[in-house]
């Protein structure tokens, strides 16, 4: 296998973004636990101390896949799985590896905790093992999307800026003064994509009486309607959109405004920032970061690799 320098993962609640030497890499932040094997298919189990899950796409066909949102999510079997998929698709295992984790979670001890179930466990692709054999650095997430504008903006780096990371189920809010990370001005709330999606799954249902993904609620979001099975559907969401952009509108003008330095810069990424990028009004301007879906792993990796 080839080595490589440094990898940047991002493991979402959505979706898992992976950056190595600039190659990025996204699939959905799926798993279930394989109970039998495939009959029609080859797939491609990751075995976790001794479980096998499958991971992605593989998992989304399979089906009952296992609920991320939870505290005891990340250093999990089913979290390590996640992990060891994204060493596999990258051909990595050698290098330094940067890994985010929510910013109300971030510590020194948690990291640790992160480092030992790695390194301590049993990681497998087919029946090959694959132990990581590298420098593991934890930071918190909106982090990444900081170093990703900052390499575009290196002059910013020495300003105050204020991170909004828009994720699938929730928004975080980081500051970082002088290029320091500042803990105490961090802020996480449940008010990701996912919601205004949900609501646009039960407005189709309510009026057509069938239920439809997250992926359609989306096309209904862009577009205003769907084509299923050859029927065309168009639902009116206005009123969901403007029930989601005034709650996370006043979240994030109230998290600006109690700042304790006063920004010089205010960015926005994530999955969900490429979503809402038209529909949210703000009071203050905030600026969209280059590629904001990947702009957390591509950041990491820029960490990892001392390039600002």
């Given at each position: 296998m080839q080595q490589a320098d440094?990898?940047?993962?991002?493991?979402?609640?959505g979706f898992t973004k992976t950056c190595r030497s600039g190659d990025k890499q996204m699939f959905p932040t799926a798993i279930t636990l394989?109970?039998?094997?495939?009959?029609?298919?080859?797939?491609?189990?990751?075995?976790?101390n001794g479980h096998?899950?499958?991971v992605g796409k593989e998992a989304e066909r399979e089906g009952n896949t296992i609920d991320t949102r939870h505290s005891r999510f990340v250093t999990s079997d089913a979290w390590l799985a996640i992990l060891g998929h994204c060493l596999k698709i990258n051909d990595f295992v050698k290098g330094e590896m940067v890994l985010g984790v929510p910013p109300g979670m971030y510590s020194?001890?948690?990291?640790?905790?992160?480092?030992?179930?790695?390194?301590?466990?049993?990681?497998?692709?087919?029946?090959?093992?694959?132990?990581?054999n590298g420098n593991i650095k934890i930071i918190p997430q909106g982090a990444g999307i900081f170093f990703r504008y900052v390499k575009d903006h290196p002059d910013d780096f020495r300003k105050n800026v204020t991170v909004i990371d828009i994720g699938h189920h929730t928004v975080d809010m980081t500051f970082f003064a002088e290029g320091k990370y500042v803990e105490s001005a961090t802020e996480s709330q449940e008010l990701g994509?996912?919601?205004?999606?949900?609501?646009?799954?039960?407005?189709?249902y309510r009026e057509n009486r069938f239920s439809i993904g997250f992926k359609a609620a989306l096309d209904i979001l862009k577009d205003g309607q769907i084509t299923y099975l050859g029927t065309t559907y168009a639902v009116d969401v206005r009123e969901e959109v403007i029930r989601y952009t005034?709650?996370?509108s006043s979240v994030m003008d109230r998290y600006l405004?109690?700042?304790?330095?006063?920004?010089?810069?205010?960015?926005?990424?994530?999955?969900?920032?490429?979503?809402?990028?038209?529909?949210?009004?703000?009071?203050?301007?905030l600026l969209m970061?280059?590629?904001?879906?990947?702009?957390?792993?591509?950041?990491?990796?820029h960490f990892g690799s001392n390039a600002r």
């Amino acid at each position: 296998m080839q080595q490589a320098d440094c990898i940047g993962i991002d493991i979402g609640y959505g979706f898992t973004k992976t950056c190595r030497s600039g190659d990025k890499q996204m699939f959905p932040t799926a798993i279930t636990l394989m109970a039998r094997e495939a009959t029609f298919s080859d797939v491609s189990p990751v075995v976790v101390n001794g479980h096998r899950f499958l991971v992605g796409k593989e998992a989304e066909r399979e089906g009952n896949t296992i609920d991320t949102r939870h505290s005891r999510f990340v250093t999990s079997d089913a979290w390590l799985a996640i992990l060891g998929h994204c060493l596999k698709i990258n051909d990595f295992v050698k290098g330094e590896m940067v890994l985010g984790v929510p910013p109300g979670m971030y510590s020194r001890e948690y990291g640790q905790r992160i480092r030992d179930a790695i390194k301590g466990s049993d990681i497998r692709v087919g029946e090959e093992p694959y132990r990581f054999n590298g420098n593991i650095k934890i930071i918190p997430q909106g982090a990444g999307i900081f170093f990703r504008y900052v390499k575009d903006h290196p002059d910013d780096f020495r300003k105050n800026v204020t991170v909004i990371d828009i994720g699938h189920h929730t928004v975080d809010m980081t500051f970082f003064a002088e290029g320091k990370y500042v803990e105490s001005a961090t802020e996480s709330q449940e008010l990701g994509v996912s919601l205004i999606l949900d609501s646009i799954v039960k407005a189709f249902y309510r009026e057509n009486r069938f239920s439809i993904g997250f992926k359609a609620a989306l096309d209904i979001l862009k577009d205003g309607q769907i084509t299923y099975l050859g029927t065309t559907y168009a639902v009116d969401v206005r009123e969901e959109v403007i029930r989601y952009t005034q709650r996370i509108s006043s979240v994030m003008d109230r998290y600006l405004e109690k700042l304790p330095v006063q920004p010089d810069v205010g960015i926005m990424g994530g999955g969900g920032a490429a979503v809402i990028r038209d529909l949210v009004s703000l009071r203050h301007r905030l600026l969209m970061v280059s590629e904001p879906a990947m702009a957390n792993a591509v950041g990491y990796w820029h960490f990892g690799s001392n390039a600002r």
